[in-house]
């Protein structure tokens, strides 16, 4: 790419020349009418999921490069999908935009979403472009599941195991690690560059979905409990804590999540406090695992066919509290709530 073409704006090529560079990342044969039309399978319901990605609430040029946070913006929908049993078909992309920003940097944003998506197989299928006095991204995912195999957040029973599907607080470890550098100091450089790479190209958990439908088909009496798939879920975007709350306020039960059994990455002992280690896994978020309520024989099956970083965390109780517990008795218990995390409009 040249001096001049790197240093335009979209001030100076305009709705339509932008659109023009931008419909380059999407299949032809989709784009060019006021909408996508998306074909589903037979006997399959149609998964809708919108973020919306604020910079310097989300992202920021210190933290995130454009291919970065188009990686994360894509990630954090194919992650809302995977939370609910659907595979990824498409999706749109709307922009809001200052006039004077660059377009090469739009141009990597979609290179970012680009990479990303195509490890799935899912294309861009249309979006819209507006001016932002702030870089504004807004993505809408479109997914397909089987009716029988949606997971919803409701479906929480007393009895069931609590599976986290992979390591928490990386997110936040490497968020940290970017905004100050001296931290970490004993950390190996590999150490570092994967808690970083773990802020700004997180997967989502799409491949837990085959192998949790390969260990529910010998167990078919247990695939319906009034109908329904005895599986409640969702991902931990949002934390750890969060998610397990939300389950619980859905399923109208409570919850004991042990200390000792939430899988934290190994390098945290390198740097972290453990009461930092436990903050960043319960409250950090962006980590994108699914978190899952499963009858016992299941969980455990799912946690052997995932291998390391996944683990049964906790377990679904009667009541309505969400209690982190220590069997070592080395931190008191404590009740959990929405209040500790992060939330938008606390300040």
Same mark, same amino acid.
């Given at each position: 790419?040249?001096?001049?073409?790197?240093?335009?704006?979209?001030?100076?090529?305009?709705?339509?020349?932008?659109?023009?560079?931008?419909? $380059?990342?999407?299949?032809?044969?989709?784009?060019?009418?006021?909408?996508?039309?998306?074909?589903?399978?037979?006997?399959?319901?149609?998964?809708?999921?919108?973020?919306?990605?604020?910079?310097?609430? &989300?992202?920021?040029?210190?933290?995130?490069?454009?291919?970065?946070?188009?990686?994360?913006?894509?990630?954090?929908?194919?992650?809302?999908?995977?939370?609910?049993?659907?595979?990824?078909?498409?999706?749109?992309?709307?922009?809001?935009? =200052?006039?004077?920003?660059?377009?090469? @940097?739009?141009?990597?944003?979609?290179?970012?979403?680009?990479?990303?998506?195509?490890?799935?197989?899912?294309?861009?299928?249309?979006?819209?472009?507006?001016?932002? =006095?702030?870089?504004?991204?807004?993505?809408?995912?479109?997914?397909?599941?089987? =009716?029988?195999?949606?997971?919803? $957040?409701?479906?929480?029973?007393?009895?069931?195991?609590?599976?986290?599907?992979?390591?928490?607080?990386?997110?936040?470890?490497?968020?940290?690690?970017?905004?100050? =550098?001296?931290?970490?100091?004993? #950390?190996?450089?590999?150490?570092?560059?994967?808690?970083? $790479?773990? &802020?700004?190209?997180?997967?989502?958990?799409?491949?837990?979905?085959?192998?949790? @439908?390969?260990? #529910?088909?010998?167990?078919?009496?247990?695939?319906?409990?009034?109908?329904?798939?005895?599986?409640?879920?969702?991902?931990?975007?949002?934390?750890?804590?969060?998610?397990?709350?939300?389950?619980?306020?859905?399923?109208?039960?409570?919850?004991?999540?042990?200390?000792?059994?939430?899988?934290?990455?190994?390098?945290?002992? &390198? @740097?972290?406090?453990?009461?930092?280690?436990?903050?960043?896994?319960?409250?950090?978020?962006?980590?994108?695992?699914?978190?899952?309520? #499963?009858?016992?024989?299941?969980?455990?099956?799912?946690?052997?066919?995932?291998?390391?970083?996944?683990?049964?965390?906790? $377990?679904?109780?009667?009541?309505?509290?969400?209690?982190?517990?220590?069997?070592?008795?080395?931190?008191?218990?404590?009740?959990?709530?929405?209040?500790?995390?992060?939330? &938008?409009?606390?300040?």
């Amino acid at each position: 790419m040249n001096s001049e073409l790197s240093s335009q704006q979209v001030k100076d090529i305009g709705e339509q020349g932008l659109l023009e560079r931008l419909q $380059r990342f999407c299949p032809p044969e989709i784009i060019g009418d006021d909408a996508a039309v998306l074909e589903t399978a037979s006997e399959q319901s149609l998964v809708v999921t919108t973020d919306v990605l604020v910079d310097g609430v &989300h992202f920021s040029n210190i933290t995130t490069s454009p291919e970065d946070a188009g990686w994360r913006a894509v990630a954090a929908n194919l992650s809302d999908l995977a939370a609910m049993g659907a595979s990824p078909l498409g999706i749109t992309v709307g922009l809001g935009l =200052p006039s004077k920003l660059k377009v090469s @940097w739009v141009e990597r944003l979609y290179q970012g979403m680009t990479e990303c998506l195509q490890k799935y197989n899912t294309p861009i299928v249309g979006g819209d472009v507006v001016r932002s =006095p702030v870089t504004t991204l807004a993505i809408t995912a479109f997914g397909q599941v089987n =009716p029988s195999q949606i997971i919803r $957040r409701s479906a929480a029973v007393v009895g069931d195991a609590i599976v986290v599907t992979g390591v928490h607080g990386a997110s936040q470890a490497g968020l940290e690690l970017l905004l100050h =550098p001296e931290l970490g100091q004993n #950390l190996k450089d590999a150490e570092r560059t994967a808690l970083i $790479r773990a &802020h700004q190209r997180p997967q989502p958990r799409l491949d837990v979905l085959p192998i949790l @439908w390969k260990i #529910l088909t010998p167990n078919s009496q247990l695939l319906t409990l009034n109908s329904r798939l005895p599986i409640a879920g969702m991902d931990s975007s949002d934390g750890l804590a969060d998610a397990i709350i939300q389950i619980c306020r859905a399923s109208g039960v409570g919850a004991v999540l042990e200390h000792r059994q939430i899988p934290l990455p190994k390098t945290f002992n &390198h @740097w972290l406090t453990p009461e930092q280690a436990l903050e960043y896994a319960l409250y950090g978020g962006e980590d994108f695992e699914l978190v899952l309520c #499963l009858p016992q024989e299941l969980a455990s099956a799912l946690v052997q066919h995932l291998g390391e970083g996944a683990a049964i965390a906790g $377990r679904i109780t009667a009541g309505s509290t969400v209690i982190l517990h220590d069997e070592q008795k080395k931190f008191p218990d404590q009740v959990l709530s929405l209040s500790q995390g992060f939330q &938008h409009f606390s300040q």
